[in-house]
């Protein structure tokens, strides 16, 4: 895959910066993550429709986990030799 450049650098990591400060100052005046919960469809299609939502702290875990997941990946790419230096 290649990006598809619909931000230049600085404005994608700008926002990407900007929903990290909304999620912080959201876990900081939200007293108990487990009393919201949410629609989730990858939930639901992992669990075979078993499970349809999760709660505020599920999904802080997965969107760590997702963060990881896509940082492993760019590592990945960065490490191949054919990723070029500059």
């Known amino acids: ?9 600085a404005e994608a990591t700008a926002r990407l910066l900007r929903n990290y ?3 912080a100052e959201y876990l900081e005046s939200t007293p ?3 009393q919201h919960a ?5 939930l639901k299609a992992v669990s075979n429709g ?6 505020g ?3 802080i ?15 990945e ?3 191949d030799p054919n990723f070029p230096s500059q």
Do not use: N, V
Request: hydrophobic share 40%; glycine share 4%; net charge positive.
């Open 1 to 9: 895959m290649r990006p598809a450049g619909r931000w230049p650098y």
């Open 21 to 23: 400060e909304s999620l």
């Open 32 to 34: 108990d993550l487990r």
């Open 38 to 42: 949410l629609p989730s469809r990858p």
């Open 50 to 55: 078993e499970f349809d939502s999760m709660d």
């Open 57 to 59: 702290y599920q999904w």
């Open 61 to 75: 875990l997965g969107a760590a986990a997702h963060t990881e997941r896509h940082a492993k990946q760019i590592l």
């Open 77 to 79: 790419i960065k490490a």
